[in-house]
């Protein structure tokens, strides 16, 4: 028999309205709860995306208290992270985290120490991790098929005022730490834990912007412990209205080109002629890291990227960030 998985939802914006898109789609799960920064917020969100279904809340303990719930979304800026998980983990309930998890490592520890000590299932919302392209690589590189992981190449660009929130450093913590830490996150699931770390950030662009406080533009170097390295860059500057993501990883016997997490050129480099394979795919990586989350849930698949992988890549963009705020100092990356 199925079994059923009752679901809240914290933090209402534009990630909360999608994980709640993709948790209804799933037999026996039901959006039991949702909580906003205010009851009127929450309650035009459980009309628009529940039918009417879910309680609206405005305070989440309260949410926890009054309802039984399997699991919690937690949807929150990074400024906003004030012991939702550690009150979720007290009460058994598992939780899926957009990133970056925390606004430091400091609160990500107590966070990651909660949910372990719990024993709850975990899940932090890198959904580049679940692109066809990006998962059949993995697969390359554990089986051997790719040889040595030996360099990862990645560029993240737009250009864009965001949220007030977002352009304050002291809320967001800058680009780097918001959005390209998805960038980050992928050059440690390929090439493995972190060594040395410089990187360098200026704000070129934004300078008369209002309350504009972070980075638009940024570079690190990254060594790993593996030998392998990476060098990661971002801007802000780039083409309105426009979000790129792409990256290189070069290993010994094979090249991958991504434009996209699902969207990859493989030129094999292992044979006497080099051979090419095309990933296109329309995989929706949102509605797949949904529903690998409530496999974990039920028991019927593991439990993928937990908390602490969160934590690991926040530490290495908290290190490149001190970096940059000490002009390019050499970071060693402790775990």
Same mark, same amino acid.
């Given at each position: 028999?199925?079994?059923?998985?009752?679901?809240?939802?914290?933090?209402?914006?534009?990630?909360?309205?999608?994980?709640?898109?993709?948790?209804?789609?799933?037999?026996?799960?039901?959006?039991?709860?949702?909580?906003?920064?205010?009851?009127?917020?929450?309650?035009?969100?459980?009309?628009?995306?529940?039918?009417?279904?879910?309680?609206?809340?405005?305070?989440?303990?309260?949410?926890?208290?009054?309802?039984?719930?399997?699991?919690?979304?937690?949807?929150?800026?990074?400024?906003?992270?004030?012991?939702?998980?550690?009150?979720?983990?007290?009460?058994?309930?598992?939780?899926?985290?957009?990133? $970056?998890?925390?606004?430091?490592?400091?609160?990500?520890?107590?966070?990651?120490?909660?949910?372990?000590?719990?024993?709850?299932?975990?899940?932090?919302?890198?959904?580049?991790?679940?692109?066809?392209?990006?998962?059949?690589?993995?697969?390359?590189?554990?089986?051997?098929?790719?040889?040595?992981?030996?360099?990862?190449?990645?560029?993240?660009?737009?250009?864009?005022?965001?949220?007030?929130?977002?352009?304050?450093?002291?809320?967001?913590?800058?680009?780097?730490?918001?959005?390209?830490?998805?960038?980050?996150?992928?050059?440690?699931?390929?090439?493995?834990? $972190?060594?040395?770390?410089?990187?360098?950030?200026?704000?070129?662009?934004?300078?008369?912007?209002?309350?504009?406080?972070?980075?638009?533009?940024?570079?690190?170097?990254?060594?790993?412990?593996?030998?392998?390295?990476?060098?990661?860059?971002?801007?802000?500057?780039?083409?309105?209205?426009?979000?790129?993501?792409?990256?290189?990883?070069?290993?010994?016997?094979?090249?991958?080109?991504?434009?996209?997490?699902?969207?990859?050129?493989?030129?094999?480099?292992?044979?006497?002629?080099?051979?090419?394979?095309?990933?296109?795919?329309?995989?929706?990586?949102?509605?797949?890291?949904?529903?690998?989350?409530?496999?974990?849930?039920?028991?019927?698949?593991?439990?993928?990227? $937990?908390?602490?992988?969160?934590?690991?890549?926040?530490?290495?963009?908290?290190?490149?960030?001190?970096?940059?705020?000490?002009?390019?100092?050499?970071?060693?990356?402790?775990?």
């Amino acid at each position: 028999m199925l079994k059923s998985i009752r679901v809240g939802i914290a933090g209402l914006g534009m990630m909360g309205q999608k994980h709640a898109r993709n948790l209804l789609s799933i037999p026996g799960v039901e959006v039991t709860a949702v909580c906003g920064t205010t009851l009127e917020k929450a309650e035009a969100f459980r009309e628009a995306h529940t039918g009417g279904a879910a309680k609206a809340y405005e305070d989440f303990n309260t949410m926890l208290e009054k309802e039984t719930l399997d699991a919690v979304y937690i949807c929150l800026p990074p400024y906003a992270h004030q012991g939702q998980v550690e009150a979720a983990a007290s009460k058994s309930i598992a939780v899926f985290l957009e990133k $970056p998890i925390a606004l430091n490592t400091e609160i990500a520890e107590r966070m990651t120490a909660a949910v372990e000590g719990a024993g709850v299932v975990s899940q932090v919302g890198y959904h580049n991790r679940f692109g066809a392209a990006v998962k059949e690589l993995k697969r390359l590189i554990e089986d051997g098929t790719a040889g040595i992981p030996t360099l990862f190449d990645g560029r993240y660009d737009c250009n864009s005022l965001h949220s007030s929130w977002w352009s304050d450093r002291n809320l967001s913590g800058g680009q780097v730490f918001e959005q390209v830490i998805h960038t980050y996150d992928l050059a440690m699931y390929f090439l493995g834990t $972190p060594d040395k770390i410089s990187g360098f950030t200026a704000n070129l662009n934004h300078r008369e912007a209002v309350g504009y406080t972070v980075e638009d533009t940024s570079a690190a170097v990254i060594r790993f412990r593996s030998g392998a390295m990476a060098s990661i860059t971002a801007s802000n500057c780039a083409v309105p209205g426009e979000w790129n993501c792409s990256f290189t990883v070069i290993c010994s016997k094979l090249t991958a080109y991504f434009t996209s997490a699902n969207d990859a050129e493989f030129v094999f480099t292992g044979g006497s002629e080099n051979a090419r394979q095309t990933f296109a795919s329309e995989l929706d990586v949102y509605e797949d890291e949904t529903v690998a989350f409530i496999a974990a849930l039920r028991g019927e698949g593991p439990e993928v990227c $937990p908390i602490r992988e969160g934590l690991r890549s926040l530490r290495l963009v908290e290190n490149v960030m001190q970096s940059a705020d000490d002009d390019g100092r050499q970071i060693a990356y402790v775990e």
